[in-house]
């Protein structure tokens, strides 16, 4: 009973080589993997190169696929995330396309879903960032 108990406050930390740079000035991971349930630290719309698009609507897809990269390093999809929280500069402007593009990526059961509209983010460029929680069963043994 211990063994199982000690396994499920086992935390795993999940780094996409997307997250590595960040991963390695802060010891923030992308994700944090406690039994089957999946943590998502909040992610931004960059671009491979590290900017971010002028556009709000570039910045949420953007978002949107690097959160669909910490899902896959984990072994997950979009379809185990049972809760967002997205927080973002301006929320009324970026309303239609934060559902538009949502829909690009989700789809029934929809998650939970909190969207904060918000002064700035951590750093000036970005408009929107999100974090999730995925429910991701362990692999059968």
């Known amino acids: 009973m211990a ?7 086992r935390r795993d930390v999940i ?16 994700a944090v993997r406690t039994g089957d349930t999946l943590r998502l630290t909040g992610h ?12 709000a609507e570039d910045q949420i897809r953007g978002t949107f696929r690097n959160i669909a990269v910490t899902l896959a390093a ?7 995330v049972v809760e967002i929280n997205s927080y973002h500069v301006g929320y009324r402007q ?10 690009e ?16 983010l951590f750093l000036p460029e970005a408009l929107v960032e999100i974090n999730c929680v995925a429910i991701v069963p362990a692999p059968s043994q």
Do not use: H, R
Not at 3 to 9: C, L, T
Not at 94 to 103: D, G, K, L, N, T
């Open 74 to 80: 984990a072994g997950a999809g979009w379809s185990n």
């Open 3 to 9: 063994e199982d108990a000690s396994k499920s406050m």
């Open 94 to 103: 970026q309303a239609e396309a934060v559902m538009a593009v949502a829909a």
């Open 44 to 55: 931004t719309g960059e671009d491979a190169d590290g900017s971010y698009p002028a556009g």
């Open 15 to 30: 780094v996409p080589s997307i997250w590595a740079d960040f991963y390695d000035a802060t010891s923030i991971p992308a």
């Open 105 to 120: 990526f989700l789809e029934p059961p929809y998650p939970a879903w909190t969207a904060v509209g918000i002064t700035e």
